[in-house]
Structures are given as structure tokens and as C-alpha cells.
């Protein structure tokens, strides 16, 4: 009876749908994404799957396909794909070992805790967000050069080539393109002074050659992880970025490094979940969340229910208002983690729950929330055919980060240093409030909402997901999990469907608009909710992979961007 309720309940969800910005809600039983027998890449561009699952045609493994997946992305997705910015990899190998690497971006040394104040400490507008001083010192290439020195296979200069060959002879422009490449013209002429390569008068179907970045990653492939950091290419950013007023030193490039941390690791029914670690918060934060809905049905509920949304919500609004107040890079703050995630502490953080009412913000411990980074971030899963799994996020922050473009380079510079606190109590660019704990300090990295994260069940490998979205990422992560654990769906239309969003501050419930049912809307306002259906069109854009159980593999590449899945 329960399985019959929870099939009608999607049939009205879904009969009420009508098309919007997002793709129309298709969940329909038996939908799959691709199946391939041994491996797989899902990413924000076809460009990058191709050439990361050639990559381990060629008999490389899943980090070998890592660095040419990553820097695919960095020469045909140039709006989050990135040598100028930073990101997050999980991983767990065939033997079941698991493990997480932060290249995440670092203030530079010159940095201070007011740098984006006034004389009357106030926050100078766009200081942080556009320019050179928006810029934090970039991890990308360090990432996966450590990752591939601990786990590669194949010769760096095999698995850069095909991305060189992609430089240059150019990508295809897709519409989703063409409609960013317009939208920003004017603001990459403004900040750099000149027309970019990137710009409005390209149209869906022509191809775009970046001979600069081509060069730059052949002197790349040639010596290695050093010349982006120390080398002729290190010299070459830190002589544009002083030009325009950078405090970025020679010195800061050569004392960045990528870090290996332990990732965050959770229990929820039968599933054991894998996700990054601080100065990511999405680990804690998904943990938090999903042992606070834990001993609720959600499956009797329903997908996207009244119920199901209330606890969704309910515990949403804890775990952000938590991540405020504690988490920052913890290297700098001391992360009471295990009282975080505890069963004790969240059973006490639910206790005021109830069905007939949203739960008070003004009654929630810890009221401010930190920045974090925009919806502009991508991530991409593979899954080798050696059994290895990894999940990675990486992100220049807004849209072509700080709108930067180093021509002679061929690459957009993050604005990560909008992601500190540039005040306690001010919000960022993206309406964000800032907390102590993710305050500026020389060499601290700024926290971010990434969630990179892969999944078991019974011991063996079962997903690897993650997506873009900013604030939220944590939350269109979890419902992805959920929509395959609890309501039964396949990778595919567990990424399709509709998702909604709660961050404790605002206070509201974000939906995708147009994508659900009328009287639920009025069902939650009616509780005291408050619904927002402007400000995310788009919420998440989901990358994943789930093995299936006789040990095939299906990607969901989510139809919300160009994402596609490709293996063999």
C-alpha cells in the first residue's frame, strides 16, 4: 500500500509540472541515464567526458583522468572549469581505502582581516568579487598533480595532450555559452580593458582556439607541477596580476600546496557516505543533516511531499545555521566535529521539530552564516574500470571569477576572497552573512560549501555524486542521495528532478519554479512558510554515477547544463 500511495503522489507531482528554466520533471520508471560496462566520466562538458574516458582507454586510472577531465573543463568550460581557481577531490579505491585532497585557493600573505574595509569600516563594494585583489593564490594545478604523484599511471605529458589538442583546435560553443559569453562582455571589457577572447560575438556552433592556454599547458606538461608555481608561467601571472594591482607575490605561488585530508565518513541506514572535509563544509554539513532526518519515513512520505519537505527543511535550517558559526579552515579554527555530528547532539538539535509549524529562526542557536562561494562551480564523477571512484568539485567562485583574464596565459583568475568574511554581521555579494570563524588571515583558506561525495552500501562502491550551486550544493547533493536510496529512482532521474533549497538565513524555501504542485505550495504557506520561487531558476547542477547491481555503471548528467555523461 505504501509503494501504491508513493507512485500516486509522484503522478500529481509530476501531471502538474510545466516547463520553465529547468527541464521539464520527466521521472518516469525505467529512465536511465547512459550504461556502460567499466568506466565512466560525468561532466559539465563532452569535451572533457571524451577525453577523460579516452584517458582510461588508454589504460589510465581514475586520477589520470582526473587531471585531463579537469583541465578539459578549464579550456571548453572556462566559466567554472579552471587553472586559476581551486576544488575539492574525494576518493575511494578498489580496496575500499578512502581519502580526500583540498586544493582549495588561499589568501596571500599580504592579506588582513579589514582589506575590504573603508576608513569608517565599512565594506568597499566589489573589491572582493572583481579585479585583482579578489584573487586567492590557486590550488587547481597543485591538486591534481599530487593527486596523480600518489595514484597516476600514465606519463603526465599522455594525459595532457589531449587537452593541448583541445586548446588548440578548439571547442564547440554551445547556446548555454553563447548566452554567458554575451551577458559578461561587458564587465570582462571593463575590468581588463580590451575585448576578450570570450565574447559577444561568438554564437552557438563556432569554435573557439586558445593558443595561449595551449602553450601554457605544454610548458606545464613539459616541467611539471613547479612551473605553474615557480616556473615561467608563475613569473608571467605574477608580473599581470602586479600590473593590475594585485598583492600576489612569487613568493605566495611558491609556497602554495595542496593538502590531504581525512574526509568525513557517516552512517545512514544501510549506506556508508564519503563526503569532504573542512574547509569544505558539505561533509559536516550533509552528515548533520541526513542523521536528523534519519528516523523519520521518508519513503512512506513520499518524494517531494509535505512531510518530506518539513523535515528536509527543518534540518537544513540547523545544520547552516551550525556551519556558521563553526566551520572555517581548520588549519585556523578549532572544529568541534564529533559533537557536530554526534546522535546525541543532533537528536537535541531536532527535539523542537513539528509538523505544525516551522520552527522560528530567531529560536535556532548560532545566528549568523558565513560567505560562500556563487552557483558558478562545476563538479565531475568517474569511475575507472580498476574499481577506483572519484568525486571532485572545483570552482573560479562567481562566473568567471573575478573576470581577470590573463591573455598571455589563457585562463579567468578566481574571486575566492569573497568567500571570507570581509565583516562579521555584512553580507557578501550573495546576500551571505559573515561569521569570526571564516574571517581573512594571510595563507587561511576560505570555507566553501563543496560536497564532493561518494557512497557504499554492503561494502561496495554504490554512487559518486556532487554538483555546483554555491549554498546550494549541500542541499541538491543530499536530495540526489535521496532520491535514489529512499524514493527508488534511477541516477538519471534522481538528478532530473525537481529540488528545492533551505539555508536557515534567509528564511524561506527556495523551489525550482513551475516544478511543483500548486496545493503543496499553498499547503507549506499556509503552515508559515515562506516560498520563494525567483531567486534559483536552477538549483544544482548534478553530476553522478551509481553502480548497479549486477556491477554496470549509469550516469546522471543533468540536463540543466550541458553535463554528459561518456564511457565504455
Known amino acids: 500500500m505504501k509503494n501504491i500511495l508513493f507512485v500516486f503522489t509522484l503522478l500529481l507531482l509530476f501531471q502538474s509540472c510545466k516547463e520553465n528554466t529547468p527541464p521539464k520533471d520527466k521521472v518516469q520508471t525505467s529512465k536511465r541515464g547512459l550504461i556502460t560496462k567499466k568506466a565512466m566520466v560525468v561532466s559539465a562538458r563532452e569535451e572533457a567526458s571524451i577525453i577523460g574516458s579516452d584517458i582510461m582507454k588508454k589504460g589510465g586510472n581514475a586520477f589520470d583522468a582526473m587531471m585531463a577531465t579537469e583541465m578539459a573543463l578549464a579550456v571548453a568550460y572556462p566559466y567554472a572549469g579552471n587553472l586559476g581557481g581551486g576544488g575539492f577531490m574525494v576518493y575511494r579505491l578498489a580496496d575500499g581505502s578512502t581519502g580526500g585532497l583540498d586544493y582549495r585557493e588561499k589568501a596571500p600573505k599580504a592579506a588582513t582581516k579589514n582589506m575590504y574595509l573603508d576608513t569608517n569600516a565599512e565594506v568597499i563594494p566589489n573589491r572582493s568579487t572583481v579585479g585583482p585583489l579578489a584573487v586567492g593564490i590557486p590550488g587547481t594545478v597543485a591538486g591534481i598533480f599530487k593527486a596523480h604523484k600518489r595514484f597516476g599511471k600514465l606519463p603526465i605529458k599522455e594525459v595532457l595532450q589531449p587537452v593541448i589538442d583541445l586548446a588548440k583546435n578548439g571547442f564547440i560553443v554551445?547556446?548555454?555559452?553563447?548566452?554567458?559569453?554575451?551577458?559578461?562582455?561587458?564587465?570582462?571589457?571593463?575590468?581588463?580593458?580590451?575585448?576578450?577572447?570570450?565574447?559577444?560575438?561568438?554564437k552557438k556552433g563556432d569554435r573557439v582556439l586558445n593558443f595561449a592556454l595551449a602553450e601554457t599547458l605544454s610548458r606545464i606538461a613539459e616541467n611539471g607541477v613547479n612551473e605553474f608555481y615557480k616556473g615561467e608561467t608563475a613569473k608571467k601571472l605574477v608580473e599581470f596580476l602586479n600590473e593590475k594591482g594585485s598583492i600576489i607575490t612569487l613568493e605566495d605561488l611558491a609556497a602554495y600546496e595542496s593538502k590531504w585530508r581525512d574526509p568525513i565518513e557517516f552512517q545512514y541506514?544501510?549506506?556508508?557516505?564519503?563526503?569532504?572535509?573542512?574547509?569544505?563544509?558539505?561533509?559536516?554539513?550533509?552528515?548533520?543533516?541526513?542523521?536528523?532526518?534519519?528516523?523519520?519515513?521518508?519513503?512512506?512520505?513520499?518524494?517531494?511531499?509535505?512531510?518530506?519537505?518539513?523535515?528536509?527543511?527543518?534540518?537544513?535550517?540547523?545544520?547552516?545555521?551550525d556551519r556558521g558559526f563553526y566551520l572555517g579552515d581548520p588549519d585556523f579554527v578549532d572544529i568541534p566535529v564529533e559533537t557536530l555530528t554526534s546522535d546525541i547532539y543532533l537528536e537535541q538539535r531536532m527535539s523542537n521539530f513539528s509538523f505544525k509549524a516551522p520552527t522560528p529562526v530567531d529560536s535556532i542557536s548560532h545566528g549568523k552564516i558565513e560567505g560562500y562561494e556563487s552557483d558558478q562551480t562545476t563538479h565531475y564523477s568517474i569511475v575507472d574500470q580498476f574499481g577506483n571512484a572519484i568525486a571532485?568539485?572545483?570552482?573560479?567562485?562567481?562566473?568567471?571569477?573575478?573576470?581577470?583574464?590573463?591573455?598571455?596565459?589563457?585562463?579567468?583568475?578566481?574571486?575566492?576572497?569573497?568567500?571570507?568574511?570581509?565583516?562579521?554581521?555584512?553580507?557578501?555579494?550573495?546576500?551571505?552573512?559573515?561569521?569570526?570563524?571564516?574571517?581573512?588571515?594571510?595563507?587561511?583558506?576560505?570555507?566553501?560549501?563543496?560536497?564532493?561525495?561518494?557512497?557504499?552500501?554492503?561494502?561496495?562502491?554504490?554512487?559518486?555524486?556532487?554538483?555546483?550551486?554555491?549554498?546550494?550544493?549541500?542541499?541538491?547533493?543530499?536530495?540526489?542521495?535521496?532520491?535514489?536510496?529512499?524514493?527508488?529512482?534511477?541516477?538519471?532521474?534522481?538528478?532530473?528532478?525537481?529540488?528545492?533549497?533551505?539555508?536557515?538565513?534567509?528564511?524561506?524555501?527556495?523551489?525550482?519554479?513551475?516544478?511543483?504542485?500548486?496545493?503543496?505550495?499553498?499547503?507549506?504557506?499556509?503552515?508559515?512558510?515562506?516560498?520563494?520561487?525567483?531567486?534559483?531558476?536552477?538549483?544544482?547542477?548534478?553530476?553522478?554515477?551509481?553502480?548497479?547491481?549486477?556491477?554496470?555503471?549509469?550516469?546522471?548528467a543533468d540536463p540543466r547544463g550541458d553535463d554528459t555523461a561518456v564511457g565504455f
Open 269 to 321: 541506514d544501510n549506506l556508508k557516505v564519503i563526503s569532504m572535509s573542512p574547509p569544505a563544509s558539505g561533509g559536516i554539513c550533509l552528515n548533520q543533516i541526513m542523521k536528523m532526518i534519519e528516523p523519520f519515513d521518508l519513503k512512506d512520505y513520499g518524494h517531494n511531499s509535505l512531510k518530506a519537505i518539513q523535515v528536509i527543511v527543518e534540518a537544513e535550517k540547523r545544520a547552516y545555521a
Open 174 to 202: 554551445t547556446k548555454n555559452q553563447e548566452g554567458r559569453f554575451k551577458e559578461k562582455d561587458s564587465i570582462f571589457r571593463a575590468v581588463n580593458g580590451h575585448k576578450l577572447l570570450f565574447n559577444n560575438d561568438l
Open 392 to 556: 571532485v568539485t572545483t570552482t573560479l567562485n562567481s562566473g568567471y571569477g573575478s573576470k581577470l583574464f590573463v591573455d598571455d596565459l589563457g585562463f579567468f583568475l578566481n574571486n575566492e576572497m569573497d568567500d571570507f568574511s570581509s565583516k562579521s554581521g555584512v553580507p557578501n555579494v550573495y546576500g551571505l552573512i559573515g561569521a569570526e570563524a571564516n574571517s581573512i588571515a594571510p595563507e587561511k583558506r576560505m570555507l566553501s560549501s563543496m560536497t564532493p561525495t561518494i557512497l557504499e552500501k554492503d561494502g561496495e562502491l554504490l554512487m559518486t555524486v556532487g554538483t555546483p550551486g554555491g549554498s546550494t550544493i549541500i542541499t541538491s547533493v543530499l536530495q540526489t542521495i535521496l532520491n535514489v536510496e529512499e524514493f527508488g529512482m534511477t541516477m538519471q532521474e534522481a538528478v532530473e528532478a525537481a529540488r528545492f533549497h533551505n539555508q536557515y538565513l534567509p528564511d524561506e524555501i527556495r523551489i525550482e519554479p513551475n516544478r511543483f504542485d500548486k496545493k503543496l505550495i499553498e499547503q507549506l504557506e499556509s503552515l508559515g512558510y515562506i516560498i520563494n520561487e525567483e531567486r534559483s531558476p536552477v538549483i544544482g547542477i548534478v553530476d553522478g554515477i551509481l553502480v548497479l547491481e549486477n556491477g554496470t555503471l549509469e550516469g546522471g
